[in-house]
């Protein structure tokens, strides 16, 4: 089975500065996908940025990208130019190749606090 | 609709009642998933749908729990005979196409609370 883990349960960034969250998985699967969520207060998960396990490419969104280590398999994400806005919960989850296996698996998150 | 609705938004049950959970997926979409989140956790896994078929419950906790969506559109989670380790966020997600890979969108969540 695959598992998704977070180890660093709080962060906290200066406002405009940057930081990196940390993410590693364990699959024995060669295809797959890495998203980061975004979760505030209301409870609606928002899709932060995704990554296909097939792209060497690193994905970014705006201020958001990912450090994506197929072979140590980690996935981290980094947010540039920090904002009030982007406190929240953040989840690391990981989806499966192919239709059967595209439930998402989630680590158990982190708390991302934004000093003004 | 221009969302995942959920409904209600907050239910508070006796321990031992039956409770339903109403999720309106995105107009069209295909994929329906059902998650629990208790307090300071990720997300798990209970059950999927692909149209009205229900093609993964092997998150569902125990036989109290029970998931369908008859018509492919709407689906709804009951929980019979209620106890305090239900007690979480029921959140409900769907997606376009049955297809590894394709967004998931997820409602705001149903907070079920058992006293």
Redesign the interface.
């Known amino acids: 089975a695959q598992t998704?883990t977070?180890s660093q349960p709080e962060m906290s960034v200066q406002e405009a500065e940057t930081v990196t969250l940390s993410c590693t998985y364990d699959t024995s699967e060669s295809d797959?996908?890495l998203f980061w969520?975004k979760q505030p207060p209301?409870?609606?998960?928002?899709?932060v940025i995704?990554q296909?396990a097939y792209k060497q490419q690193n994905a970014t969104e705006n201020r958001f990208s990912v450090n994506f280590q197929k072979a140590a398999k980690s996935f981290s994400l980094k947010i540039s130019d920090s904002q009030l806005g982007d406190a929240a919960m953040y989840?690391c989850a990981y989806?499966?190749?192919?239709?059967?296996?595209?439930?998402?698996?989630?680590?158990?998150?982190i708390t991302l606090s934004v000093r003004p | 609709g221009a969302g995942v609705s959920q409904s209600p938004r907050y239910k508070v049950a006796k321990r031992g009642q039956d409770v339903a959970l109403r999720c309106d997926p995105i107009s069209g979409h295909v994929?329906l998933?059902w998650?629990q989140?208790a307090l300071?956790?990720?997300?798990?896994?209970l059950t999927?749908f692909?149209n009205e078929a229900q093609?993964?419950k092997s998150g569902l906790p125990s036989d109290r729990f029970f998931a369908e969506r008859p018509e492919g559109s709407v689906s709804t989670l009951k929980i019979q005979r209620t106890q305090q380790e239900d007690s979480a966020?029921y959140?409900c997600?769907s997606?376009s196409q049955?297809?590894?890979?394709?967004?998931?969108?997820?409602?705001?969540?149903s907070?079920l609370t058992v006293v």
Do not use: C, H
Not at chain 1, 95 to 109: P, V
Not at chain 2, 40 to 45: L, T
């Open positions: 998704v977070q797959y996908y969520y209301s409870r609606q998960m928002i899709l995704r296909e989840f989806m499966g190749w192919g239709g059967a296996n595209s439930k998402l698996t989630f680590g158990k998150g | 994929s998933f998650y989140q300071g956790q990720g997300p798990e896994f999927y692909q093609l993964d966020v959140l997600a997606s049955a297809l590894s890979g394709n967004t998931i969108y997820f409602g705001e969540g907070w």
